[in-house]
């Protein structure tokens, strides 16, 4: 097993310019979703997703979309980057343990820089 | 939505020491409890987690103590080694099916 795999592992964007964040997992998990973590603020939810076909928004969804058309696929779009955006992101998923997400695996991380 | 806050930010004990992270959550519905380590440029892992219906769980040098009725959790580490140097984050999942994270403690354990 691979587990949740991510790539780019870093990116340099400009102002304005768009990029997809890709992330993977092979563990037929129900639950992905994105994070972004930023010094002194912990690890905050972008969007999840429970199922193929199903998304919903976390905490600071703003400027990121999301889709989720297979199992173990869950891209994050940045549709027009802005400086505010430069974080390290990670991508997690894990089974659905009663309403809720169960143990998260999370991916590597990208490190993405908006100059 | 949840709210979950992570006392202290920062926490320095020797060698040998315990150590213990707080963090309490708003919503009462919340029923998972995970506690990750995250150390310098690595993705966080998980330690160890406690649902609702238990009021602690141990692994070996690691501990976690739930108090439903006031809204608190704890992560207690005993007899603390080098190698427990990171960062430690709690969270907890309320009503909608997402994971909150506290803001993080970084410990370190000196010799």
């Known amino acids: 097993n691979a587990g949740v795999t991510q790539t780019p592992k870093f990116q340099v964007l400009k102002t304005g310019q768009s990029m997809t964040l890709q992330c993977a997992q092979d563990?037929?998990?129900?639950?992905m979703s994105w994070y972004r973590q930023d010094p002194g603020m912990g690890l905050r939810l972008i969007h999840y997703?429970?199922?193929?076909?199903?998304?919903d928004q976390g905490e600071v969804p703003n400027g990121y979309n999301v889709s989720r058309s297979t199992t173990e696929d869950f891209p994050l779009r940045l549709l027009s980057a802005a400086p505010s955006q430069t974080s390290v992101y990670f991508c997690?998923?894990?089974?659905?343990?009663?309403?809720?997400?169960?143990?998260?695996?999370f991916g590597p991380g990208t490190r993405l820089t908006v100059l | 939505g949840e709210n979950v806050e992570q006392h202290p930010s920062t926490l320095s004990v020797q060698e040998g020491d315990s150590a213990v992270i707080k963090c309490t959550y708003s919503?009462?519905?919340?029923?998972?409890f995970p506690w990750y380590k995250q150390e310098l440029g690595k993705r966080p892992q998980l330690i160890i987690d406690?649902?609702?219906?238990?009021g602690e769980k141990k692994d070996q040098r690691i501990a976690v103590t739930l108090n439903k009725t006031a809204k608190h959790f704890s992560l207690h580490i005993t007899e603390t080694q080098p190698e427990d140097s990171a960062v430690y984050f709690c969270?907890?999942?309320?009503?909608?099916?997402?994971?909150?994270f506290g803001t993080g403690t970084r410990l370190q354990v000196t010799l």
């Open positions: 919503d009462s519905a919340s029923n998972y």
């Open positions: 563990m037929n998990h129900e639950y």
């Open positions: 406690i649902r609702s219906n238990v």
């Open positions: 969270a907890a999942t309320g009503t909608a099916s997402k994971l909150t």
């Open positions: 997703s429970v199922g193929a076909g199903i998304t």
């Open positions: 997690a998923s894990s089974y659905i343990a009663g309403r809720g997400p169960d143990t998260q695996y």
